[in-house]
């Protein structure tokens, strides 16, 4: 069974740092893509970045290009989010979510479409 356990949230100030959790079982981890995703209140859901399951390819949104940085730990099943300069635009329910990999990466990972199996979000609340 596929499981994704989502952890890491939580209420932050305007340009602190968080780290977001999403271990991950089930599947072998090379062979899959991990995706980071997030959804506003009243908005759509929204890519922010994915990593391939070797590690070796690494995609972001543009908003949070720069800011924040996406790893993978093979041997832990985990993939990290990690998240600084966090800004209020940056305030959304975050999950991750994963699918089996292809020979395409980059953009195409941005859609939510693409995962089939999703974590249960974090709550992460960015003040000003």
């Known amino acids: 069974e596929v499981q994704l356990v989502v952890s890491g949230g939580g209420l932050v100030q305007a340009e602190e740092s968080l780290r977001l959790s999403c271990a991950v079982s089930g599947f072998t981890f090379d062979d899959n893509t991990i995706g980071w995703f997030r959804q506003a209140p009243g908005k759509e859901r929204e890519g922010v970045a994915c990593i391939s399951g070797s590690g070796d390819r690494k995609y972001y949104g543009e908003s949070v290009k720069g800011r924040f940085t996406i790893s993978g730990v093979n041997m832990k099943n985990t993939v990290y989010l990690q998240m600084n300069d966090l800004r209020p635009e940056d305030t959304a329910v975050y999950y991750c979510?994963?699918?089996?990999?292809?020979?395409?990466?980059?953009?195409?990972?941005?859609?939510?479409?693409?995962?089939?199996?999703w974590g249960q979000g974090t709550q992460v609340t960015v003040s000003s």
């Open positions: 979510a994963t699918a089996p990999r292809t020979a395409s990466f980059g953009s195409i990972w941005m859609d939510s479409s693409r995962y089939n199996y």
